[in-house]
C-alpha cells in the first residue's frame, strides 16, 4: 500500500470498534481498484470531536457504528431522506466540508434480500427492534413488504411497529406466526454464544426463506438449522458487504469491488475462527 501527501483518508468510529471488519473490508477494495486511500478505526465517545476533525483534516468519509448511529445525526449538515425516516445514521460523506449522514445498513440488506427474493408484497418477520430492525423494516416497507415485527421487549417492539404501521406480535407467539421470510436481527447466535438460536424449529418450513444479519459466525446456529429444514437461507456476511459496498460507492463514486470486499470479510472471519468458539472474546458486531 503506497501512503504519501496525497493519501486520502476513511475510517469507522464507535465505541468499542476493534472488533469491526470495515476496515479490512474497504482498504481491500480501496488497493483493489488502485485508489490512494486508507481506512482506519477511531475508538471514540467524542462525537463532535470526530466532526470536527473531519472538517478539519479533510476526512472524506466515516462509517458510524454502535452506539453512535443515533446521536451523531444532531452534528450533521445534511440527512438522506430514508436516514431521516429511519432516525439513525451509518455513513457520513464529506462533501467540500458539509458532512451528509446516509443509512446503507437498510439499502445492503434490501440488496442481499433482493438479489435471492421479489419483495413486494412478502409476509415478512423481523425479530428485533434494535437499529439493524428498524433500519431493515423501513427499507422493507418502501419496496412493499407486508410486515410483522415481534421482539423480546414488548413496548420496543410495539414502538417499532407503530413507526412502520405494522402488526407487532409477543416474542411467546412467534410459533403461530404464517410468513415467508424470516429477518433474524439480535445478536442472538454471534460469537462467542454460537449455539444459541432466537426461535423454535418448528417456525422453520420447508421454502420458508431466513435471513440472519449476524454475520460471525458464517453459517449461524440458525442458518444452519434452517438449511436442515429445507428452509432457504441469507447470511449476514452479504448484508454487510453489500453496506460497505455502497459506502465505497457513495465517497468514492465507483463501482466498489464486491467480490474483493467478501473475500476479504470472509478471510478475516476465518482467522477469527478460534475466537469463535465458545468461551472466546467476541468478533464481527457491526
Ligand atoms: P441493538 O440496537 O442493540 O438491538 C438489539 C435487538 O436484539 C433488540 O431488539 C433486543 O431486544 C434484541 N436482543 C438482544 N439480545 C437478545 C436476546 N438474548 N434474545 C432476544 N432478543 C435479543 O443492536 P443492532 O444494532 O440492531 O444489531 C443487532 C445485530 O445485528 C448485532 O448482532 C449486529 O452485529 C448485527 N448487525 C449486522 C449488520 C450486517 O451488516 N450484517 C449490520 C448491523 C447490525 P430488546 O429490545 O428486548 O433488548
Not at 504519501?4 to 477494495?29: C, F, R, W
Not at 447466535?189 to 444479519?213: F, N, R
Request: glycine share 10%; aromatic share 6%; proline share 5%.
Amino acid at each position: 500500500m503506497k501512503i504519501d501527501q496525497y493519501t486520502e483518508l476513511y475510517g469507522i468510529v464507535g465505541l468499542p470498534v476493534k472488533h469491526s471488519l470495515s476496515p479490512v473490508m474497504h482498504n481491500a477494495a480501496f488497493q483493489a481498484v488502485n485508489k490512494n486511500a486508507v481506512y482506519l478505526a477511531f475508538e471514540t465517545g467524542d462525537l463532535k470531536g470526530v466532526i470536527n476533525g473531519m472538517r478539519a483534516l479533510s476526512i472524506n468519509g466515516m462509517s458510524v457504528t454502535i452506539p453512535h448511529k443515533v446521536n451523531i445525526i444532531s452534528y450533521l449538515d445534511e440527512l438522506h431522506p430514508l436516514a431521516k425516516d429511519i432516525g439513525a445514521v451509518n455513513t457520513i460523506v464529506n462533501c467540500k466540508g458539509r458532512l451528509i449522514g446516509y443509512n446503507t445498513d437498510a439499502t445492503g440488506a434490501l440488496r442481499a434480500l433482493e438479489e435471492r427474493i421479489s419483495l413486494e408484497g412478502i409476509r415478512c418477520l423481523i425479530l428485533g427492534a434494535g437499529g439493524a430492525a428498524r433500519s431493515i423494516g423501513f427499507a422493507l416497507k418502501g419496496v412493499g413488504a407486508i410486515l410483522t415485527i415481534t421482539n423480546r421487549t414488548a413496548s420496543r417492539g410495539q414502538a417499532l411497529s407503530e413507526a412502520l404501521s405494522c402488526t407487532f406480535v409477543p416474542w411467546e407467539r412467534i410459533d403461530n406466526i404464517d410468513t415467508e421470510l424470516i429477518v433474524q436481527a439480535t445478536p442472538v447466535g454471534m460469537a462467542p454464544e454460537v449455539d444459541a438460536c432466537p426461535i423454535p424449529e418448528s417456525v422453520l418450513k420447508p421454502g420458508l426463506m431466513v435471513m440472519d444479519i449476524v454475520y460471525n459466525p458464517y453459517r449461524t446456529k440458525l442458518l444452519k438449522l434452517a438449511m436442515s429444514k429445507g428452509c432457504d437461507v441469507i447470511d449476514g456476511v452479504s448484508m454487510f458487504v453489500y453496506q460497505g459496498a455502497e459506502q465505497f460507492r457513495l465517497w468514492t463514486k465507483m463501482d466498489p469491488p464486491i467480490s474483493v470486499m467478501e473475500r476479504a470479510v470472509k478471510e478475516a472471519l476465518g482467522r477469527h475462527h478460534d475466537s469463535n468458539r465458545p468461551g472466546q472474546k467476541s468478533q464481527g458486531k457491526d
